[in-house]
C-alpha cells in the first residue's frame, strides 16, 4: 500500500488535486493502521508460543513481546516515509530514518552495553527509536511537506484503485521477504541464538 501512496499521490499531485491526495493517504491508513494493531496483539500475546513452537528457545518470548510494540509506529513509518518521495523531499526521510533513528540505536546501544543491561533494553531502544523516528518524521512531514489536517473529512473512494494497485506488489513483497530472511530463520530454528548474531553481521559486510 505504501507503494499505491507513491503511484497516486504524485499522480494527484500532477492535477493538483488535494482531495484526490487526501483520499489517498487516508486510504492508506484505514487499512494498514488496523492491521499492523492487529498483528501487534497476535504477535504480543502469541510470543510465548511462537518462542517455543517456531524457534524452540523460550528466553524470546520476552524479546517478541517488546518487539511486537514496534509494528505499528513502523507500518504508519512505511505510510509517511512514501508520501513524502511522492512529494519529492526524501530528504526528510533521510534524516529521520537514516541519521536520527539509526544514531540513537547505535548510541543507547552502546549504553546498555556499557551498564551490561539485559538483551531486552537492546528490544527496547529498537522499539523507542522506531517511535522517535515517526515523531520527528510526522513533524517534518506536517510543516515542510503536507498538512495531513483533515485527511479523514471525505470518503474513500479510491480504496479499491489503490487495493487493486498494491495487491501484486504485496505477493512480490512477501517473496522478497522471503528471500531475503529465510537463511536467517533457518540458521535460528537449527542453530543458537549467537550464531543468527554472527551471521546477521557477516551477510551484509560480505555483500559490500
Known amino acids: 500500500l505504501p507503494q499505491g501512496i507513491v503511484r497516486f499521490v504524485s499522480q494527484f499531485r500532477a492535477s493538483r488535486d488535494r482531495e484526490g491526495i487526501n483520499r489517498v493517504i487516508s486510504s492508506s491508513l484505514k487499512i494498514t493502521v488496523p492491521l499492523s494493531l492487529i498483528l501487534f496483539l497476535l504477535v504480543y500475546f502469541l510470543s510465548d508460543f511462537l518462542a517455543v513452537s517456531v524457534f524452540s528457545k523460550p528466553e524470546l518470548g520476552s524479546l517478541l513481546r517488546i518487539l511486537s510494540f514496534s509494528i505499528p509506529p513502523l507500518v504508519v513509518l512505511a505510510n509517511f516515509d512514501k508520501l513524502i518521495l511522492a512529494f519529492q523531499k526524501v530528504e526528510y526521510t533521510v534524516l529521520a530514518r537514516n541519521f536520527v533513528e539509526n544514531l540513537l540505536k547505535v ?16 528490544a527496547i531502544v529498537y522499539v523507542f527509536s ?3 523516528a515517526l515523531i520527528l518524521l ?6 515542510k511537506v503536507y498538512s495531513l489536517k483533515g485527511i479523514f473529512s471525505k ?54
Not at 548510541?107 to 537492546?122: A, G, K, N, Q, R
Not at 522478497?176 to 551477510?203: E, K, P, Q
Request: aromatic letters at 16%; zero cysteines; hydrophobic letters at 60%.
Open 138 to 143: 510526522y513533524y517534518l512531514l506536517k510543516k
Open 107 to 122: 548510541l543507547l546501544v552502546l549504553l546498555v552495553l556499557f551498564w551490561s543491561l539485559s538483551i531486552e533494553w537492546v
Open 155 to 208: 470518503k474513500s473512494r479510491i480504496m479499491p484503485s489503490l487495493v487493486k494497485f498494491s495487491l501484486p506488489l504485496f505477493v512480490s513483497d512477501v517473496f522478497a521477504y522471503l528471500l531475503v530472511w529465510t537463511d536467517t530463520l533457518v540458521i535460528g530454528y537449527f542453530m543458537s541464538a549467537v550464531d543468527v548474531g554472527i551471521y546477521n553481521v557477516a551477510a551484509p559486510t560480505a555483500m559490500l
Open 130 to 132: 522506531s517511535v522517535v
